[in-house]
């Protein structure tokens, strides 16, 4: 799944290459369909970006490794 359509699933994740996302309120939800609420995984901070910004952050999705069991 490509960043762009991530970016639409609530819980996804997403990185810049520097920090993690998680995707709390996806883009184009019916609250606010011209913003996405994104959490920055080490901070915990809540942030709320325009398509335009996100266009610009040249975002990629990320798969989480399951956890290994031993």
């Known amino acids: 799944m490509r960043a762009a359509t991530a970016i639409s699933v609530a819980g996804a994740y ?6 993690l996302f998680r995707v709390v309120a996806p883009l184009r ?16 901070n809540l942030v709320a970006f325009t398509a335009d ?8 999705r990320v798969t989480p490794a399951r956890a290994s069991t031993g």
């Open 14 to 19: 997403l990185t810049d290459g520097r920090r």
């Open 29 to 44: 939800s019916p609250d606010r369909p011209d913003l996405t609420i994104l959490e920055d995984c080490k901070t915990l």
């Open 53 to 60: 910004e996100l266009c610009s952050m040249c975002l990629t």
